[in-house]
């Protein structure tokens, strides 16, 4: 079987793009994998968190991975701090990553911005950690959205070359095909692989954006969420009916995803249905359909916030399942490295 490794940071206001470029496969992907979700606290702190905000972000994203369907009995799903094998691998592997491959990673040039002697090494080092989450479990598949290509370009890369590196000391210890880690594969699927501000179609909805109008959050209730999808920049042109019309057009282009996302139909069905028309009109069709789709789930996510001690449950749970995995897979990895030990 296939085996699913994704992780998303707690670092508050869980959004619409984490939900449609991620979290929707990661339910999709259960019915044929066994899947690992995790919440990526490691991550978290490569920027600041306050630790008491920290806290409730990890249950939110927890909150947040079954309300919108993942079974966190049949899969797995934990907390990265809990399972200390992920932050092991990481350290193998800032010993195989070379430098050259991290200085091209642009999202650390984007988080760290112009003051770079400022930003933590945690920051620097997050796609070494993030190739440690995967490979610890040897997992096949990860469905993440577009911004996240390029790392898991990296984790390719950092597998094959532990692989060739150690190859005959991966041989030597019973893998007899030298492939110790996988190639995972990137899934980036769906018509909203990259959902953009709602302020801004040139820029990707993030959590981080300063404008809360910039992002539709999975807690957000009925009425914010239409507030949000009524204040959404367009331009003024009506909608186009063919797909190739929506070119230049990142803001109508957004919305149209959006809408073809979470309807689970193509964008050439939502322009066939739309086209022609006014903004106000699709407008108001993508609030119904947004607080449908999303109400439900913003309202789960609430009642399980509450229960605080059901969803420490299933991490502890989640946290000591995930172990056993990583921990039969960093047996190998130092047997393969050369490490002394038992
Ligand atoms: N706008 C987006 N469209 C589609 N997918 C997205 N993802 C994030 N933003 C979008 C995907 O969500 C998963 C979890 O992301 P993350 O928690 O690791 O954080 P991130 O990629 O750094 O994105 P954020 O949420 O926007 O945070 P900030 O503001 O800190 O940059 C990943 O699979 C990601 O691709």
């Not at 991975?65 to 992920?86: C, L, M, R, W, Y």
């Not at 699927?189 to 302020?199: E, K, N």
């Amino acid at each position: 079987k296939e085996r699913v490794f994704s992780g998303v940071q707690p670092t508050g206001n869980l959004h619409l793009g984490n939900y449609l470029g991620a979290i929707v496969n990661f339910v999709k992907m259960q019915s044929r994998c066994e899947c690992i979700y995790c919440v990526v606290d490691m991550h978290a702190i490569t920027v600041w968190q306050d630790p008491a905000e920290l806290r409730k972000s990890i249950r939110e994203v927890a909150a947040a991975f079954i309300a919108a369907g993942i079974d966190p009995k049949t899969h797995i799903v934990f907390n990265q701090s809990q399972v200390p094998e992920h932050a092991e691998l990481a350290w193998v592997f800032n010993c195989v990553a070379r430098l050259g491959w991290m200085n091209r990673m642009t999202q650390f040039k984007e988080k760290a911005g112009k003051d770079r002697e400022n930003a933590s090494l945690g920051l620097y080092a997050y796609p070494s950690l993030m190739a440690a989450d995967i490979l610890v479990y040897r997992a096949t598949h990860v469905p993440i959205g577009e911004d996240q290509k390029q790392h898991l370009e990296l984790t390719r890369d950092i597998a094959q070359k532990f692989n060739n590196d150690y190859k005959a000391d991966i041989e030597a210890a019973g893998f007899s095909d030298g492939l110790f880690f996988p190639m995972a594969e990137p899934l980036i699927t769906g018509p909203a692989t990259r959902v953009m501000s709602l302020r801004d179609g040139t820029k990707k909805m993030s959590k981080s954006d300063p404008s809360d109008y910039s992002r539709i959050a999975l807690a957000d209730d009925a009425d914010t969420i239409a507030q949000k999808i009524k204040k959404a920049k367009t331009d003024p042109e009506p909608l186009p009916s063919e797909e190739k019309g929506l070119e230049g057009r990142p803001e109508a282009d957004n919305l149209v995803g959006i809408y073809a996302a979470l309807a689970e139909e193509p964008k050439t069905a939502v322009l066939s249905q739309f086209g022609g028309g006014q903004f106000s009109a699709f407008k108001t069709a993508l609030i119904d359909l947004a607080v449908a789709k999303l109400g439900p789930i913003g309202a789960e996510m609430k009642r399980l916030t509450g229960d605080v001690s059901y969803i420490d449950g299933i991490l502890a749970d989640g946290s000591a399942r995930a172990r056993v995995l990583a921990s039969e897979t960093m047996r190998s990895v130092k047997e393969i490295v050369g490490f002394v030990g038992k």
